[in-house]
């Protein structure tokens, strides 16, 4: 119950909160009997990009789902912009886990970009030429657009997630979410995809991304959240990601984390 | 091919069409979400409801059948998400549960009351009587457009044709919900769509066909047509349009094809008597995923 002291001894900035493109007070989820998330305070802070790190089971997934109302949270608020989710919708990008869809969905791949419109476009809206081209474009950004009229169970791990990350483009969102966008994708696709977050950072954009790889957070990320049900610490990289909070974070599992950053997946 | 088709093969082989292509649409969506059983378990759970409404009114007319059937597959729908949200397991093993245990219901009901002076049995569940579903008042190819013949139609082949609209309507208007939450539910929560209301009206205009299918057809068309078109149609193409239209195609077909073989196929082959069209249309509806799990060139796609 030490951890609970880090957050809760902070008295949540009300105006910080009001000017986050992210914020969460309290969100606790529960699955079963053991909560998987505990009453946790974030507050994201615009243009930059915030690693969500922790241990497996950590609540990482569970975090961004319950911040989008994904899965519904036991108890907490969610505020984008100071303004209730559900007003704010058209604001965030959602890049689910790979893993979680099958992909031998019949579909093609400008198809599942294509989804990214959909509140555009609502029920009936006629696809017109704009979009498509617009939906090219976003492709084109990711390398993908050789590949519009595959079907995507033809498509590798990375090149999937390449075309996630372009749905999520084609949104035309200030605040992007995904959840291991890393995940068992080849060296090129993460350089691609690295290269594409910073340059929606560069412009403005919000991005906060589960992530397991811990050698990689000081390159890639300006803040980072260290969570293990509880929020263990927040802030910039340069003071948070310390080698005292990341052993609180992980426990013994620290070092084989370390040594192979696949086993903390998840 | 005169007269004798128009009265006597014609309103069976538009009402199988009907049965086929209603309950083939929404099979594709409920396959691809693997919820393909539901078809099954809304067809064995309107029993209980079927003889409940005959027990409460006394007569088997299509109303109160039709009343006391939704009634029990929307009772078993909601048992289903009910169990399965609340019991945290998997899909098939909340309707495994449930479809069972109010088939069995239904069946126990049956034979404790006496029905025994009507036309309400299990085997009429299953197999329907399409061949009966004759038009009397028709006197060739005209009487299609003559309005005093056509009001001597089949009751079933005008209530069908609703049912396919609806479901027609349903699959036409919410297409990209439905594709997008089939494909991706935690996308398309995170873009603010309701996907569990979705589903549910999935689910409720999947049992509407059934529903207004089973009184027709019986039960076997109903089981197979909400898997077999749709399943060999995922074979034939890697595209979730394309797949829809083959699988009303197949579920035409089969109707057709299957009405055919059953009334004049046995004469063919030097037997005497036609078998049931619904178990010949069903077992053709087999063939054709036989023939798509051999030849169908998008096969490998599916696991």
Redesign the interface.
């Given at each position: 119950m030490t951890l609970a002291l880090v957050t809760a001894g902070a008295q949540p900035d009300e105006a910080a909160r009001r000017a986050s493109p992210l914020a969460v007070r309290g969100l606790t989820v529960s699955y079963g009997q053991t909560p998987a998330i505990f009453s946790v305070d974030v507050t994201v802070r615009t243009g930059a990009m915030t690693a969500i790190v922790g241990p497996n089971g950590a609540g990482k997934s569970t975090l961004l789902k319950a911040a989008l109302n994904v899965v519904k949270p036991l108890a907490g608020t969610v505020t984008v912009l100071g303004q209730p989710l559900a007003q704010m919708r058209d604001r965030i990008a959602y890049v689910p886990q790979r893993a979680s869809v099958d992909w031998d969905f019949p579909t093609r791949v400008i198809d599942v970009v294509m989804m990214g419109m959909y509140r555009k476009l609502g029920l009936l809206g006629r696809v017109r030429a704009t979009h498509r081209s617009q939906a090219m474009a976003c492709l084109d950004r990711v390398g993908m657009a050789d590949f519009a009229t595959r079907q995507i169970g033809q498509l590798s791990g990375g090149q999937q997630q390449r075309v996630f990350l372009a749905r999520a483009l084609a949104q035309e969102a200030d605040i992007y979410l995904l959840d291991e966008p890393f995940a068992g994708v080849d060296a090129a696709t993460e350089k691609a995809i690295i290269a594409v977050l910073k340059s929606l950072r560069d412009t403005g954009r919000t991005v906060v991304a589960v992530h397991h790889d811990l050698a990689t957070v000081p390159d890639y990320f300006d803040e980072v959240v260290l969570l293990n049900t509880q929020v263990i610490a927040a802030g910039p990289v340069a003071e948070v990601f310390t080698e005292d909070n990341l052993h609180t974070a992980y426990g013994g599992r620290l070092t084989t984390a370390r040594a192979d950053p696949e086993s903390v997946a998840g | 091919m005169g007269a004798e088709f128009v009265a006597l093969s014609l309103p069976p082989i538009l009402i199988g069409i009907c049965v086929a292509v209603a309950c083939a649409l929404p099979g594709n969506f409920l396959l691809?979400r693997r919820q393909a059983l539901i078809g099954d378990a809304i067809s064995h759970v309107v029993l209980p409801g079927i003889v409940v409404a005959f027990l409460l009114t006394g007569v088997v007319a299509t109303g109160p059948m039709l009343i006391g059937a939704a009634g029990a597959a929307v009772v078993a729908v909601v048992a289903i998400e009910v169990i399965r949200r609340l019991g945290?397991i998997e899909a098939g093993a909340a309707m495994g549960v449930v479809f069972t245990a109010m088939f069995a219901g239904g069946v126990l009901l049956l034979e404790r009351s006496d029905t025994s002076n009507v036309h309400l049995d299990v085997e009429h569940a299953l197999f329907g009587n399409l061949e009966s579903l004759i038009w009397l008042d028709a006197t060739g190819w005209g009487s299609l457009v003559d309005p005093a013949s056509l009001a001597g139609l089949p009751v079933e082949l005008p209530r069908m044709a609703l049912a396919l609209g609806l479901v027609a309507l349903f699959l036409w208007?919410?297409w990209?919900?439905l594709?997008?939450s089939?494909?991706?539910e935690?996308?398309a929560?995170?873009?603010?769509?309701r996907t569990g209301p979705l589903g549910l009206a999935l689910v409720v205009v999947s049992a509407i066909a059934a529903v207004a299918a089973f009184d027709a057809v019986g039960s076997i068309i109903v089981i197979a047509m909400f898997i077999c078109p749709a399943a060999a149609a995922?074979m034939m193409?890697?595209?979730?349009d394309?797949?829809v239209a083959w699988s009303a195609v197949f579920a035409a077909l089969s109707a057709i094809v299957g009405y055919v073989l059953a009334g004049y196929g046995p004469l063919w082959i030097g037997a005497s008597a036609s078998v049931s069209a619904a178990g010949m249309i069903a077992t053709v509806s087999g063939l054709i995923l036989a023939l798509a799990a051999i030849a169908g060139p998008?096969r490998k796609?599916?696991?």
């Open positions: - | 691809l945290r208007l919410f990209r919900p594709a997008m089939t494909f991706d935690g996308f929560r995170g873009m603010g769509l995922r193409t890697n595209r979730l394309h797949q998008h796609a599916v696991q």
